[in-house]
């Protein structure tokens, strides 16, 4: 009567959906755990994650590179002043034993995006000698004059200059992108970091809730061996369970914790001391992919397909350059400058607008390599780059179409995956519960019902971890078609 009585408690036991961890997906959080989401954890990263803020410092750091490009354009504001004083011994008393100057200068001088090279000068010079055929001494020479520069040839209007500076901006948005990449990537992992610190609580919970039903089978097997209705190999067995259950939760605690300590990194957060508790589950997400809509999304905003696109446009732009480059160099030069001399300083500078004494320079300047080496190489490297770059962007639109066709498939087949292992534990289940009915009648054992006992745990474990899997594979997707930050990120770079 006895020994029915104890088959009986042990069978409700067995089949109890309480066993084996049956309720440890929907263990409840502690109280005193800070309850967090994975929308929490994208912001948060997004907020304090130090590997955000340095990717950020690229772009920053890029962006100076146009301030150094249109730096050609800047104003120069030019000032000089000199003492001269010359007592040389001369070959003839006409030039005196004696000179001297004293001058200061100052202009303005500026390039325009038409490469025109404007330059504005004025200054005044004191001139003294002791010739006795000078006519005028000491006196003032006052001068006011412009000058211009004109490219030609090879800088054609400012061509070279211009082109400079749009490569340089495409520079700048490549590093924006790559900013961008980085960023994505640390929100990346940081949502895995999320859901591998859910998938150790679940694992958690689930060897915990073993762990409880094994500690209940070791106390009734330890009641029974005392009224001898159970053999001595049957109580080292369910005791050896126990001490397995035991090491199994000291080391789920230990990986619990690390998975938190490795979200926290994420998130920048240094005190390790905190408790975290996922307000989120493993699950299935209903939706289905579309491989075409996955597709048009990617290469809307694969950012190394863009790369390569601005690159080509760069590459246009280099090939203009280095076609300019074979012509030769021509440079259209004008100056223009009036003087006015006088005894006095105010009278000399008077004579400059009274008087017509002006200086007229026109001329023209051509540099002509004969052979032409240097710009004939530039312009056949600069074909053979837009040729490489256009093989580059063919083999990213393949290799765009195979990643997103092998993550379709992986989150499909995962996806059933998921279905299968859920099958798989449901029938572990039922096979544990058909073995207890045959302990019922003496066919079976402590050591066959332990095993069992262990598929079901198998089979629980597995199916959290394909779940994971499959949120994992969620998260590959977007950020292999790179949307991934798009549906967080709302602030400029």
Request: charged share 30%.
């Amino acid at each position: 009567m006895r020994s029915k009585l104890f088959i009986i408690v042990w069978s409700i036991f067995l089949v109890s959906p309480l066993a084996f961890g049956q309720d440890a997906l929907q263990g409840q959080n502690p109280e005193t755990a800070w309850a967090i989401s994975l929308e929490e954890v994208t912001q948060l990263a997004l907020d304090n994650s130090l590997d955000i803020q340095i990717a950020k410092y690229d772009t920053y750091i890029k962006r100076t590179s146009l301030l150094k490009a249109e730096s050609i354009f800047d104003t120069y504001f030019n000032v000089s002043a000199g003492y001269f004083d010359d007592t040389t011994k001369q070959p003839s008393v006409v030039f005196g034993t004696e000179t001297g100057q004293t001058s200061y200068n100052f202009g303005i001088s500026k390039k325009l995006p038409t490469g025109t090279e404007i330059a504005i000068n004025a200054g005044d010079a004191r001139n003294f000698t002791n010739s006795p055929f000078a006519t005028l001494n000491p006196y003032h020479e006052a001068s006011a004059g412009i000058s211009l520069k004109q490219p030609l040839g090879i800088n054609f209007f400012g061509l070279v200059d211009r082109a400079g500076i749009k490569i340089t901006k495409i520079d700048i948005e490549n590093a924006e992108y790559s900013s961008l990449e980085d960023i994505e990537e640390t929100l990346y992992n940081a949502q895995v970091a999320y859901w591998k610190f859910v998938l150790k609580c679940e694992e958690l919970k689930i060897i915990k809730g073993i762990l409880q039903k094994s500690r209940r089978l070791y106390d009734i097997y330890k009641e029974k061996i005392k009224i001898g209705m159970v053999e001595q190999v049957d109580l080292f067995a369910v005791e050896a369970n126990l001490r397995v259950r035991e090491a199994d939760v000291l080391m789920a605690e230990l990986e619990k914790e690390q998975a938190k300590n490795e979200l926290l990194f994420a998130l920048n957060i240094d005190d390790l001391s905190i408790e975290l508790a996922p307000r989120d589950s493993l699950s299935i997400d209903p939706f289905n992919i579309d491989l075409y809509q996955a597709l048009t999304d990617a290469v809307n905003n694969r950012r190394d397909y863009k790369r390569i696109k601005n690159q080509l446009v760069a590459d246009d732009i280099n090939i203009v350059v280095a076609r300019n480059a074979l012509w030769p160099k021509i440079d259209l030069e004008a100056s223009f400058t009036r003087n006015g001399l006088d005894r006095k300083y105010k009278p000399a500078w008077e004579e400059i607008s009274d008087k017509n004494n002006r200086e007229l320079f026109v001329g023209i300047t051509l540099k002509f390599p004969l052979e032409k080496r240097n710009s004939r190489g530039d312009f056949q490297e600069a074909t053979l780059q837009k040729e490489q770059n256009l093989l580059s962007l063919k083999r990213t639109e393949r290799l765009i179409f195979k990643e997103i066709h092998n993550q379709v498939k992986e989150v499909n087949a995962l996806k059933e995956q998921v279905s299968l292992y859920d099958k798989t534990s449901q029938l572990q289940e039922k096979k544990l519960q058909e073995e207890v009915k045959r302990l019922k009648y003496g066919r079976s054992n402590s050591d066959l019902i332990i095993r069992y006992g262990e598929d079901v745990l198998d089979a629980k474990l597995g199916l959290a971890q394909v779940l994971f899997a499959y949120r994992v594979s969620l998260i590959d997707f977007e950020l292999a078609k790179q949307t991934l930050l798009n549906r967080y990120w709302r602030q400029e770079l």
